[in-house]
């Protein structure tokens, strides 16, 4: 056996110690560890009689090195266990034994009856070398640890120990007892399955020196923004319960139960119950899933060869198939090797192939199937010299399998109109040849197409999205230049192009007769036409002020660039995300800062732009004769479109609250407000909803809900842990978000702020060797993570353009089925 270096007194004493263990059968049934468990002595051991025979048992243990009186806490802790040892189920009960005499720990007979120790202990050196020694042979023959509170000051000069409990306590935290609110992210295991998400209550909280996310596995933190977190507070991310397998057996701490009334609660007392169901092996759960060792990020591509696009191009959109295949689109730039035609009097201005390429996980190999002639290689822009036009999205029809048709959503080249400026966008189904990875490109069937300018980038959306129905839900950017309104509203009414403006966001995201800056849903037909579901925004049929201003196809309106959304089509939930303006900070003429969003959508909305941003925050209104003085503030509940560039409805629905949105400042940014409902817009009095991230350069990419399939068989499958989290993400790899959050299905369709969030920025790996310019992630049939990552130019794509997968690797939950222990009979 390993036996970490010590003493030759010491080995031969713990070699005792274990063979005591192993002959009274705790080493018959180690559980799963990151490494092997110990091969056990030969000994009488039977691997069908788990510890402790048909009765499981728990040890107390309380020894203090503090002088003085015992802790109050003791009586509490010793009674609540064993209440919770004689209640519930028969099968779920267990005995309890308390003691403060360390040496129950030499004695290795007496400690192999026990399944699991509950640490109920101050700190200092409560145990000698030897007895720590025996704790230490108890856990690699498979024993269960239970540590609360001030346990984790206990053997402070133990590595060993630090391991076991996972943490110590910092300097600097408070020392008195404040409710606050606990963030409840594992909603599986057992010690937590049955908690609130949000869970209030009172207790002394302790700060780490050193932050043990990731080499744990975390299932509860504490919010810091609901109490005062002392002068050492650690900041969002503030575990204060975890669980791992360690050295051979489980061990699970909690920093909570600080307080005698603690263990009165009810919910207390279920998270320890929990806590010692898995301990003991009453129950399994999977103390891997947030343990950062246990996922393998690989690079699936290598980088093109030079002067062709062979393996990817300019990164912009990819999809699964359900035989596990990758496609994945470029938008239009080819490599600096070459030319871009920025001169509107050559008819080749912008001109670029939008290339659709397959990755096929059987042989490993990438196919480039095929490539359309897009608006899109730079090119245009007016004073920008850019644009964001070119293939934009791809989807699969739900029948792919059958039918191979793929859904794309581009810009053609052929159909740009050089003295207006004009363009067509259009969404198009094909045809791929599954054998060969092949696309028809004469089998283009046209199913929807709207007018764009191209005068002046930007904002082009582009992604897809299937519901469980059969509706393709389309993304599209405002069509509005950047500049023009000192990066506020988008909302200057002044500046155009032959007669069609370009700054001015109420005609197009604003417009209820506009397809741009919209998500649009439809219903694709078998014959390449489609119809129009019920329960969208519009019918295309108001006879408010008229008719004909209102298109049936919007779904949602009022956003400004939403690259990347998704439907859970487990709930037909839409998630998506879009890229906010420039201004860098707040204004009390204009307005919020810029503000790229998140949100939950649970029915057809208006999301705000150009008119209010965020939590329903309003922009000022301008418009000629002199769009540089400001007028009115808009009304979030009843927004009108003055604009001179508007072609659909004056009175616009109200405006939904979004779920997520960010500045340079912080995460959800809001500020005192007047009667009227409009906000100081003072920098100074700003308080944030979510701390757990901000911007500065940013760009939201949206990610998907994952749904974890029991039926599947793949062994890099994301563990159950992360299922129904929603994937957060932002193309730069800072400060910006890469989270994993969930939201209350109460409050997120209203704009509810999430309820819990965990960063996978260890896991989805940041860095310029790693994915660091973050532009689509979905999950594959086999439950792993496809992401691409741009590269790290931009309108081009370069060597480190890529398609990445991350797997899981950590093996399934424990104890192993067949080690489950069994409870009072």
């Not at 409050?747 to 689509?776: A, F, R, W, Y």
Request: aromatic letters at 10%; a neutral charge.
């Amino acid at each position: 056996m390993h036996l970490r270096g010590l003493s030759t007194r010491r080995q031969t004493w713990v070699a005792a110690v274990t063979a005591g263990i192993a002959a009274a059968g705790l080493m018959a049934a180690p559980a799963a560890d990151a490494r092997p468990a110990p091969e056990p002595p030969l000994t009488t051991m039977s691997i069908k009689s788990p510890p402790g025979g048909a009765n499981v048992r728990v040890l107390i243990f309380y020894g203090s090195a503090a002088a003085g009186e015992e802790s109050p806490l003791v009586n509490a802790g010793i009674e609540a266990i064993e209440k919770i040892g004689l209640s519930g189920p028969a099968e779920q009960r267990f005995k309890t034994e308390a003691t403060n005499d360390a040496s129950v720990f030499t004695n290795g007979t007496r400690l192999s009856r026990f399944n699991s120790i509950v640490f109920l202990t101050g700190g200092g050196d409560v145990l000698d070398p030897e007895q720590e020694a025996g704790l230490e042979a108890y856990m690699e023959a498979g024993g269960g640890f239970v540590g609360i509170h001030d346990a984790a000051r206990a053997e402070p000069y133990s590595d060993w120990f630090t391991g076991l409990v996972g943490a110590r306590p910092a300097a600097g935290g408070p020392t008195n007892a404040q409710r606050a609110v606990v963030e409840v992210g594992d909603r599986r295991h057992p010690a937590t399955k049955d908690l609130p998400v949000q869970w209030k209550r009172p207790d002394k909280w302790l700060n780490w020196a050193k932050n043990p996310s990731g080499s744990v596995h975390t299932v509860a933190r504490v919010r810091e923004s609901s109490y005062q977190p002392g002068s050492s507070a650690n900041g969002w991310d503030h575990p204060v319960s975890w669980c791992r397998d360690y050295d051979g057996g489980r061990s699970f701490y909690t920093g909570m139960g600080g307080t005698v009334s603690s263990y009165d609660e009810t919910d207390f007392r279920a998270h320890l119950r929990g806590a010692l169901q898995w301990t003991t092996r009453l129950s399994q759960a999977d103390c891997k899933a947030t343990i950062t060792g246990n996922y393998k990020a690989e690079r699936l591509t290598q980088p093109n060869q030079a002067g062709q696009n062979d393996q990817i191009g300019e990164p912009h959109g990819l999809v699964t198939a359900p035989d596990g295949r990758v496609l994945y689109i470029g938008r239009g730039g080819a490599d600096s090797s070459q030319p871009v035609v920025t001169d509107w009097n050559n008819p080749d201005i912008g001109k670029g192939k939008g290339e659709i390429h397959v990755y096929d996980p059987k042989t490993k190999k990438v196919t480039l199937a095929g490539a359309l002639t897009v608006f899109g290689n730079k090119g245009g822009g007016d004073e920008l010299i850019k644009v964001e036009e070119g293939l934009l999205g791809i989807e699969l029809d739900p029948r792919f399998e059958e039918n191979g048709w793929v859904y794309l959503h581009y810009t053609p080249h052929a159909q740009i109109n050089r003295d207006t400026r004009m363009a067509e966008r259009r969404v198009s189904r094909f045809t791929l040849d599954l054998a060969t990875n092949k696309l028809d490109l004469s089998s283009e069937k046209v199913l929807l197409k709207w007018p764009v300018q191209i005068h002046s980038c930007c904002h082009a959306g582009g992604g897809m999205t299937w519901d469980s129905k059969g509706n393709l839900y389309i993304a599209t950017g405002d069509n509005n230049s950047s500049r023009f309104s000192d990066g506020y509203s988008g909302n200057n009414p002044e500046p155009n192009y032959k007669g069609v403006s370009f700054a001015d966001a109420r005609r197009t995201a604003g417009n209820t007769n506009n397809l741009n800056g919209k998500i649009l849903r439809i219903h694709p037909e078998p014959d390449g036409t489609y119809t129009l579901p019920a329960g969208n925004l519009f019918t295309g049929k108001e006879p408010d002020e008229g008719g004909g201003k209102t298109r049936g196809e919007i779904y949602v309106m009022g956003v400004r660039n939403p690259a990347r959304i998704f439907v859970d089509q487990q709930t037909d939930t839409l998630y998506a995300g879009w890229v906010g303006p420039d201004a860098g900070a707040p204004s009390t003429t204009w307005g919020p800062a810029k503000y790229d969003t998140f949100a939950v959508i649970t029915k057809a909305s208006n999301r705000g732009w150009p008119y209010c941003m965020g939590n329903k925050q309003p922009y000022r209104d301008r418009n000629l004769p002199d769009p540089t003085k400001p007028l009115g503030w808009y009304d979030c509940n009843a927004p009108k479109n003055e604009s001179p560039n508007n072609d659909g409805l004056v009175n616009l629905p109200p405006v939904t609250g979004n779920n997520i949105w960010y500045s340079p400042q912080g995460g959800a940014p809001d500020f005192p407000r007047n009667a009227n409902g409009v906000p100081s817009y003072k920098q100074e009095e700003a308080t944030y909803g979510l701390p757990w991230l901000k911007g500065g350069g940013q760009a939201a990419m949206n990610g998907p809900v994952y749904r974890y399939d029991t039926a599947s068989t793949s062994d890099t499958k994301w563990p159950a842990y992360w299922d129904g989290k929603w994937f957060v993400g932002d193309f730069y790899d800072a400060d910006q978000p890469r989270n994993a959050v969930l939201t209350d299905p109460r409050t997120h369709g209203d704009g509810g702020l999430p309820v819990h969030s965990e960063s996978l920025k260890k896991i989805v790996p940041i860095g310029n060797d790693g994915i660091k310019n973050l532009m689509d992630w979905k999950f594959g049939p086999d439950g792993a993570l496809y992401v691409l990552d741009y590269g790290r130019g931009f309108f081009t794509s370069d060597a480190k353009s890529a398609l990445w997968r991350v797997t899981y690797t950590g093996g399934g939950p424990t104890p192993a089925a067949d080690r489950l222990a069994r409870g009072a009979q």
